[in-house]
């Protein structure tokens, strides 16, 4: 099949997915679901939930063989509040994430190994557009991790190779959680190849392992976690709303800017969370207050950060911005796509990497 039949095939498919969402969401997140398809409707012209799956579709080497496609989307955090390191240095979190449309595509396959062999990985990145490949190789891929830490708490020793091609689409170390985004759509995808329900608890247990982050994108659209930021208090409704992404050429990594936190806490410093209760209460993530505790910490490790924050907040058509939990990417909620795309086009002129997009009621899953 040609490239342009595949991508007509697949834009016709996309337009399906996206009008039903609940399908890719699963049971638990039909309501959310629904109240993002409005979304999907309204800002189509802007948010392509699909487009960057699609056009992997049209890439010869994944086109056929039996490879599974999955979307692995970004988050931002709306609520981060931070509070004290415990022994092992992991610091108590109270925070809401919200998916965004903005998606990594995981492209993964099963295929026999020798007899004897176990487990095999072939574990492969590639930068798409202005955004680049990851700075590890594909072993210490995090997406690698994830399948070897399932395949070890499902005691799975079966001769045979999984490969597995990730496309970013996701800035890294922008506090957009791509790498996270990436475990556990692996971890999705590993279940789907070996026949296991992706609820079952070994996937919950092996996204805890590999990260803060991970579980989140288990359960996806917005939702309050607790803990180091594993552990799910519920589920929230997610909310409407165009979004740009701005981010300089640095980024910060995270446990930096936990230190730098510390420093600043020990000092004094940091601006106090919002009154109390809003978080308990809220039913939608529209309630939610924009807030980051690592907000001031982060600038101190990337002082660019602060140039940002001044230029989005005065930029017309920005509702209100943040920066994405540790950094170095902060999101603005506007008020039209005009004023996204304006922004957008005038933060590329200025160096920095920006992007187009919207809170979107995803998590990490098979599309394809
Ligand atoms: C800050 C947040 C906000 O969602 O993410 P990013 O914005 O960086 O993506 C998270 O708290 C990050 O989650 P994640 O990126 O999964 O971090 P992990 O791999 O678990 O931890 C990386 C390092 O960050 C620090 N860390 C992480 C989580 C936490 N609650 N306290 C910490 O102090 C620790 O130094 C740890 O070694
Ligand atoms: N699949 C992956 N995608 C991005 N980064 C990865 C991946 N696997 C491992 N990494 C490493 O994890 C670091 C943090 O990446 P990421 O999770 O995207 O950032 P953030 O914590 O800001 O959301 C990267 O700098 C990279 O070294």
Known sequence: MSCEGSQQENRASAVGRADGAAALDGPRLRADADAGRVDAAAERPLVDLFAEARSVQCDDRLATGGWLRLAAPAKVNLHLEVGAADHRGFH????????????????????????????????????????????????????????????????????????????????????????????????????????????????????????????????????LFTGRGERLVRALRPRRGIVALVKPAGGVPTAQAYRAFDRLAAAGGGAPAPAGGLLQRAVGAEEVPLFNSLAPASEQVLPELAEVRAWIGAQPGVREALLCGSGACTFAVCDSSEACLRLVGQAKARGWWARATSFAPLRAAVVG
């Open 92 to 223: 108590h979190v109270d925070t809401v994430l919200h998916a965004l449309a903005l998606h990594d595509v995981l492209s993964m396959r099963l295929r026999p190994a020798k007899p004897g062999a176990g487990l095999q990985l072939a574990v492969s990145a590639r930068g798409r557009g202005d955004v680049q490949a990851p700075d590890v190789p594909g072993s210490q891929n995090i997406a690698h991790r994830a399948v070897e830490t399932l395949a070890r708490l499902l005691g799975r020793t079966h001769d045979e190779l999984i490969e597995l091609v990730i496309d970013k689409h996701v800035p890294a170390q922008a506090g957009l959680g791509g790498g996270s985004s990436d475990a556990a759509a692996a971890l999705v995808g590993a279940a789907r190849l070996w026949g296991i329900d992706p609820e079952c608890p070994e996937v919950m247990e092996a996204a805890r392992q590999l990260g803060s982050d991970v579980p989140f994108f288990l359960v996806g659209g917005a939702a």
